[in-house]
């Protein structure tokens, strides 16, 4: 009994360091978001009065000589970057709405460019330790009558599929959807070590209606896949993989994995849109922590590096959304303000970010919830 007790106080204990990893991650993320706004800030000269890192109380805090306050909170769960008469008109002619328009356009969006640079560099770290990102075919059905020249063997690393680059299997899917049984489809690959273009015969007809239909993929692609008692997938022979290509490759395929992952965003928001895609399948800043704790624990240091790299193009994304209270929202009022040549009312401004602001804790709180529930 007591091994037993020691054996779940330790996994307890190890939970919780990576429930604390996941939610430093966080905070970096958030924090070189609003060093961003900062910087920028900074170099056109407007008005700050505070750099907050954390919400809350504060449990440390430094006032430099011309009145601007750093401070650490006691939440580590976001932060900000105050500006001086952000939302109100005042006559300091370093307040943020006396700068010109231009100028505050590109400090508002750059918190999301800092995001996405550092989720690049991590990418690109990560590329160049495990190697990019890739998809194996673990284990294979017989060739049959397509035959071993029309076929994937195990093993075979998949880099491309129909001219296009291959890093999730949701882009095999893309590459191959439509296509009818018997038709041939280009793949780039590595067998063997060696890299080599084969041409695959389609061993099914393909409509994917969403990302989970796995089952008709591996049906297509030859690929072995196991199902339970009531019909569902729960294995399947395709497994992630790291391949080396090289500097440039490496830098290349960076830049290109940041917009696939920003576009598996975009993808989720336009399925919840259209509801292909239920509001359980989402979660705010508990199931964002949770998730990526889990990810940590199962898969290392090239799980961190992932998970953090899609925080900051997911965190760069969000934010540039036309939202109320983001900053694609307040960037779209000062373009309005630019072509206008005057702004819409101040008050009313502040209204619109401050009740979007509201509906977005709640809408987080609300779908964290209900997963839990």
Request: with cysteine; glycine share 10%; proline share 2%.
């Given at each position: ?366 779908v964290d919830l209900q997963r839990c529930f």
């Amino acid at each position: 009994m007591e091994l037993l007790f020691l054996t779940s106080f330790g996994e307890v204990m190890s939970y919780i360091l990576y429930i604390l990893i996941a939610i430093l991650i966080l905070l970096v993320m958030i924090t070189v978001h609003e060093f961003g706004h900062y910087i920028t800030g900074k170099i056109f000269g407007f008005g700050i009065d505070e750099f907050a890192i954390g919400f809350g109380p504060k449990i440390f805090s430094k006032t430099k000589k011309d009145g601007e306050v750093f401070s650490v909170r006691a939440l580590p769960l976001g932060g900000f970057c105050s500006f001086r008469g952000e939302d109100e008109d005042i006559s300091d002619p370093v307040a943020f709405n006396n700068k010109k328009p231009w100028q505050r356009i590109i400090v508002l969006v750059s918190g999301a460019l800092m995001n996405y640079f550092l989720a690049l560099l991590l990418i690109a770290l990560m590329f160049g330790i495990y190697g990019h990102t890739a998809i194996m075919t673990y284990t294979v059905t017989d060739a049959g009558e397509y035959g071993e020249e029309y076929s994937f063997r195990d093993r075979d690393v998949i880099l491309s599929a129909d001219g296009k680059n291959v890093y999730l299997v949701t882009d095999l899917m893309n590459a191959i959807d439509g296509r009818k049984a018997g038709d041939e489809v280009s793949f780039g690959i590595l067998r063997g070590g060696k890299e080599m273009q084969v041409a695959i015969k389609m061993r099914a007809d393909t409509d994917f209606k969403n990302v989970e239909d796995m089952q008709t993929l591996c049906e297509a692609l030859g690929v072995t896949y196991e199902t339970d008692g009531d019909g569902a997938l729960i294995d399947y022979g395709f497994r992630s993989t790291g391949v080396r290509l090289g500097f440039f490759h490496t830098l290349g395929r960076s830049f290109e994995y940041s917009f696939k992952l920003a576009g598996t965003i975009f993808t989720v928001l336009k399925q919840l849109i259209t509801g292909a895609l239920g509001i359980g399948s989402i979660g705010g800043t508990i199931t964002t922590i949770s998730v990526t704790a889990d990810a940590i624990r199962v898969g290392g240091l090239w799980s961190f590096l992932n998970i953090s790299a899609f925080i900051g193009v997911n965190l760069a994304v969000f934010n540039l959304l036309p939202v109320p209270a983001l900053d694609g929202s307040r960037a779209i009022f000062t373009l309005i303000e630019w072509i206008r040549k005057k702004p819409i009312n101040r008050r009313v401004e502040g209204i619109i970010h401050a009740v979007g602001f509201v509906l977005i804790i709640i809408f987080a709180l609300f779908v964290d919830l209900q997963r839990c529930f």
